[in-house]
């Protein structure tokens, strides 16, 4: 828990000296929904010495106010900021520093604060050093969010007695973690997503750290795959030995996340093989032409058969590695099997993940606008065996396309509508990859928004195809944010098939 001096013109909150930030000299650093949420949080708890640093020249810091709860006494303080480019200028001015998790703890003017004695923090470190629940914490290149929110909606709905009275979802997804903070007993739980913007400073570790598979990605933020892999590892660096790792055992990054914890409990998934304890996929014939399985829960005591495969809502192999972490994560917390049962056959998935759209003429239409490396434009390319046409490409963040483009080659991909800076690097893959290939598959790229695309991508289909928006890059230039992307997407199918 961060070290806050003691002043004796601050109330005292019994629970955990809450109310020691009274006097304190506090930097916020960047001012998105998540220090929004910090703000409010910190002048009810008697912070009055607040700057707001944010590189935006035109942010309207009175609009702050209108965020803070109108009963706190300190909610007509004045807000201080620093606007514009050297807004992390003179950083040692505070005694406490709060980045947003897009501002790397690495940052030189932030090392440089450290070195001078500024403590470093940031929204999810003060929760997790401050909170008295029981915590989950999910990470992984991706996959993250609909682990994280089917845990969430196990727990929710177990009827298992000893299970917590509340149950609460929170860090990339659903609410901010510090507002409901002060709600937290030690009886809850509480289910994290966590990115490695969020783990790279933490020093508090989650009782249940969930580690799906780790690719490249975030290389516009982290100086290289190390440094990234080394910022997960924090889910599993501070855990004590009664806590719980509940690691992908299919890939060998995730696999050495278990060494790395303290934890004496560890538990694995997959979809691949057997495990000893956890969760993994018991693979049978083919029937109807498809690969079928059951998934099974593993315990010391018995082999528990969660479901089949096919009675999955969720599309995709790759989601029963999520599924699979899901239902050993929730069993550790104490969810009663037929809870996790239930929830996991129901389970559409999230919004923009292999979101099913509609149906026109025998076309179905597929929204992953999630997809922004090409490993889980990867995964939804093989989610189908139909001809799929497929909808890829966007702004450009460091990645390499060459194994999508050997997928794409080898897959039922039959049109690529290439769209963004990255759609010509993909197309390049796939001709360095195989020539043959390249002249089998139809290529679209001249479209310029989303209406032309999805009038295209309807022209070039037939009864019984895929249409799938699985861009592997980032959404900007055509689009505000990959939510924009997707919800253009839909919003144009909607149109197509009502007309």
Request: aromatic share 8%.
């Given at each position: 828990?961060?070290?806050?001096k003691?002043?004796?013109?601050?109330?005292?909150?019994?629970?955990?000296?809450?109310?020691?930030?009274?006097?304190?000299?506090?930097?916020?650093?960047?001012?998105?929904?998540?220090?929004?949420a910090?703000?409010?949080?910190l002048?009810?708890?008697?912070?009055?010495?607040i700057?707001?640093?944010?590189?935006?020249?035109?942010?309207?810091?009175l609009?702050?106010?209108?965020?803070?709860?109108?009963?706190?006494?300190?909610?007509?303080?004045?807000?201080?900021?620093?606007?514009?480019?050297?807004?992390l200028?003179?950083?040692?001015?505070?005694?406490?520093?709060?980045?947003?998790?897009?501002?790397?703890?690495?940052?030189?003017?932030?090392?440089e604060?450290?070195i001078?004695?500024?403590e470093?923090?940031?929204?999810?470190?003060?929760?997790?050093?401050?909170?008295?629940?029981?915590?989950i914490?999910?990470?992984?290149?991706?996959?993250?969010?609909?682990?994280?929110?089917?845990?969430?909606?196990?727990?929710?709905?177990?009827?298992?007695?000893?299970?917590?009275?509340?149950?609460?979802?929170?860090?990339?997804?659903g609410?901010?973690?510090?507002?409901?903070l002060?709600?937290?007993?030690?009886?809850?739980?509480?289910?994290?997503?966590?990115?490695s913007f969020?783990?790279?400073?933490?020093?508090?570790?989650?009782?249940i750290?969930?580690?799906?598979?780790?690719?490249?990605?975030?290389?516009?933020?982290?100086?290289?795959?190390?440094?990234?892999?080394?910022?997960?590892?924090?889910i599993?660096?501070?855990?004590?030995?009664?806590?719980?790792?509940?690691?992908n055992?299919?890939?060998?990054?995730?696999?050495?996340?278990a060494?790395?914890?303290?934890?004496?409990?560890d538990?694995?998934?997959?979809?691949?093989?057997?495990?000893?304890?956890?969760?993994?996929v018991?693979?049978?014939?083919?029937?109807?032409?498809?690969?079928?399985?059951?998934?099974?829960?593993?315990?010391?005591?018995?082999?528990?058969?969660?479901?089949?495969?096919?009675?999955?809502t969720?599309?995709?192999?790759h989601?029963?590695?999520?599924?699979s972490?899901?239902?050993?994560?929730?069993?550790?917390?104490?969810?009663?099997?037929?809870?996790?049962?239930?929830v996991?056959l129901?389970?559409?998935?999230?919004e923009?993940?292999?979101?099913?759209?509609?149906?026109?003429?025998?076309?179905?239409?597929?929204?992953?606008?999630?997809?922004?490396?090409?490993?889980?434009?990867?995964?939804?390319?093989?989610?189908?065996?139909e001809?799929?046409?497929l909808i890829a490409?966007?702004?450009?963040?460091?990645?390499?396309?060459?194994?999508?483009?050997?997928?794409?080659a080898?897959?039922?991909?039959?049109?690529?509508?290439?769209?963004?800076?990255?759609?010509?690097?993909?197309?390049?893959a796939?001709?360095?990859?195989?020539n043959?290939?390249?002249?089998?598959?139809?290529?679209?790229?001249?479209c310029?928004?989303?209406r032309e695309?999805?009038?295209?991508?309807?022209?070039?289909?037939?009864?019984?195809?895929v249409?799938?928006l699985?861009?592997?890059?980032?959404?900007?230039?055509?689009?505000?944010?990959?939510?924009d992307?997707?919800?253009?997407f839909?919003?144009?199918?909607?149109d197509?098939?009502?007309d």
């Amino acid at each position: 828990m961060i070290n806050y001096k003691d002043k004796k013109t601050c109330a005292r909150d019994e629970r955990a000296g809450l109310s020691r930030f009274c006097g304190i000299k506090i930097g916020i650093l960047g001012f998105g929904v998540e220090n929004q949420a910090l703000l409010k949080w910190l002048f009810n708890h008697e912070a009055n010495c607040i700057t707001i640093c944010d590189a935006n020249p035109k942010l309207e810091i009175l609009n702050s106010k209108q965020i803070l709860n109108s009963k706190s006494k300190f909610s007509k303080l004045e807000i201080k900021s620093r606007l514009g480019k050297n807004y992390l200028k003179n950083l040692t001015d505070f005694e406490v520093v709060f980045r947003t998790p897009g501002i790397s703890p690495l940052t030189p003017e932030l090392l440089e604060a450290k070195i001078k004695g500024v403590e470093i923090s940031s929204q999810i470190k003060l929760f997790m050093d401050l909170c008295l629940a029981k915590t989950i914490g999910v990470t992984g290149t991706k996959g993250k969010g609909t682990t994280s929110t089917l845990i969430y909606e196990i727990l929710k709905n177990s009827s298992v007695k000893r299970l917590a009275s509340k149950v609460y979802l929170g860090g990339n997804i659903g609410n901010p973690p510090i507002e409901f903070l002060d709600k937290l007993t030690k009886n809850d739980w509480v289910v994290l997503e966590l990115s490695s913007f969020q783990l790279q400073d933490l020093a508090k570790s989650p009782n249940i750290a969930v580690v799906l598979d780790i690719k490249t990605d975030h290389l516009d933020y982290h100086k290289n795959q190390k440094e990234y892999v080394e910022a997960k590892e924090n889910i599993v660096r501070y855990q004590s030995k009664n806590d719980f790792t509940v690691v992908n055992l299919d890939y060998l990054t995730s696999f050495g996340f278990a060494a790395v914890s303290p934890s004496k409990n560890d538990y694995y998934f997959s979809r691949r093989k057997s495990v000893d304890q956890g969760t993994y996929v018991e693979w049978g014939e083919k029937r109807r032409g498809a690969h079928f399985g059951k998934i099974i829960l593993r315990t010391s005591e018995k082999d528990i058969e969660i479901c089949e495969t096919y009675d999955i809502t969720l599309r995709g192999e790759h989601n029963l590695e999520n599924i699979s972490a899901a239902i050993t994560a929730s069993y550790l917390a104490g969810a009663s099997v037929e809870s996790i049962k239930k929830v996991v056959l129901k389970f559409p998935g999230l919004e923009h993940r292999l979101e099913y759209c509609g149906e026109k003429d025998g076309v179905k239409y597929y929204n992953d606008s999630f997809s922004t490396t090409p490993d889980t434009a990867i995964a939804a390319i093989k989610s189908f065996g139909e001809p799929i046409v497929l909808i890829a490409g966007g702004s450009e963040k460091g990645a390499d396309y060459s194994n999508l483009g050997q997928v794409i080659a080898k897959s039922t991909v039959k049109t690529l509508i290439a769209i963004g800076i990255t759609g010509p690097r993909i197309i390049k893959a796939i001709k360095q990859y195989s020539n043959r290939a390249m002249k089998q598959l139809q290529i679209v790229n001249n479209c310029k928004n989303m209406r032309e695309i999805i009038k295209s991508s309807f022209n070039e289909a037939k009864p019984g195809d895929v249409i799938l928006l699985s861009p592997a890059s980032a959404s900007f230039g055509l689009f505000k944010n990959y939510k924009d992307r997707g919800n253009q997407f839909k919003s144009a199918v909607a149109d197509l098939i009502n007309d």
